[in-house]
């Protein structure tokens, strides 16, 4: 806090520091003596309180008073006065002043008014802080349903609470995902942890406990190097690996409203791919990525990991794994056409035994035109037809891939009350999580982590309704073992507070 004491007399400015002191206030206390030195020291640094005599020269305390309550409107001020000076005190009570007090200052009267003072200023410090955590809720609340793309839901009274242009002035995004559940459980302070290492400012909102999104207000003049900087800083706040997927720049103005869904979707569809792609994880919209010196692979290792991807119904990691063994030998002519056949014959096998209906007949027949080709683009073009045949086939069997959405789907249904990433959801079925996250978009239309989040917030919502449960007791009982952040994401997904919803329901 600071406080400033404004009075001619060396002692009596004495005197207020020493009651000031026996009231145990932790505050930086400066001096002034008179009201014209008292504006300078406020022009340097503004004060919470002010402390003033009446009776001043240059400028006296009413003077001060009335521009004080002018220039700072929210600083308490309090009056010393004689008893021949009340007129004095009633007008500048007039001027904002809060209190005074009469002089000579008596100990106990001074203990009381600042008791008062204090009271007043504490309340009002707890309002702002109420109203303004309010505002970030409801900004929230309204970004979020921008990001999914329920612009058309909103109320125009929502809007009207955000800042004129804000929406439209937004420049870039980033969506940082992990592999498990990170948000509200290992980093509960994140947001605040991660502002303290940036100089770029940004909005922050969590998605689930898997992702969150930042954005970014003013143009970033390298964006690929904040999100590296994220990454590391990630990596040294809490040991953990992320990815982090950056948008191209938003559209800017009113597009910004249907731009912020496109721009996510484009995002997600990027970290889809995070496992298949290279070590670093910044992946740049607009951009291809890196590629590696495909010679440097080990080509007993591809084939293991095209085989996994084949085993796991992978398209995704196959293509990618089958492009590094095409590479690897169409840059290197140090291997024999001979030894080249061999390898991809193996993976003709490997792909033809997975096909359903494919006889022997039809194996040997491309076996044999792969050896006797001279050209190695014919070669890629051969087991190319036999993957397309493969993607075909796991596509075209919808009985299967529903199976497989259907097992996934009682799985979350069973278990929303504890952690459920992709990769422990594609074990029960033994796909690939990107596969997984693939196929059950495509089959309902939904992403997975939206759909898990909208399960757990319409339980919590129904045990709200139908149990006299404590929060903490249903934030447990739906997948959230950090109520904070249980509660953030109640009120971010329905608007309102659990315990608000409750008081509402008349529960």
Known sequence: MEILIVDDETIERKGIRMLLKREKIEANIREASNGAKALEMLEEAPADLLLTDIKMPFMNGLELTSICGEKYPSMKMVIFSGYGEFEYARKAMKSGVNNYILKPVDPEEFHKTMAEVLKEMEEEAMEYQRKEKNEDFIREHILLSLLYGNYRSLEDGFMSLLPQGFIQGLTQMMLISFQHDFFGIKALEFDKELSLRMEEDYIYLNLDPQSAVLLFEEKLDDPKEVAKQIAGAIDRLYQEKCYIAVSEPLPG???NFKGLASSLEVMEQLMENRFYLLDDP??????????????DIDSDTLMKQIKQDIHLKD???????????????????????????FVFSNLMKEIYDTLPKVNQERLTEDVDRLYKTTDFAEVMNILDRGISLLEKNFAVNPQTAHREIETVKQYIYEHYDQELSTEILAEQVYLAPSYLSHIFKKETGQNLSKFIKALRMEKAKQMLEESHNKIVNISYAVGYPNVSYFCKSFREYFGVSPQKYREEEGL
């Open 253 to 255: 103005g009113e597009d």
């Open 315 to 341: 398209m995704v990691g196959l293509r990618e794994h089958y492009k590094k063994l095409c590479e690897k030998y169409r840059k290197n002519t140090g291997f024999s056409q001979v030894y080249v056949k």
């Open 282 to 295: 910044v992946f740049m919209a607009g951009e291809e990525p890196e590629t590696a010196d495909f010679n």
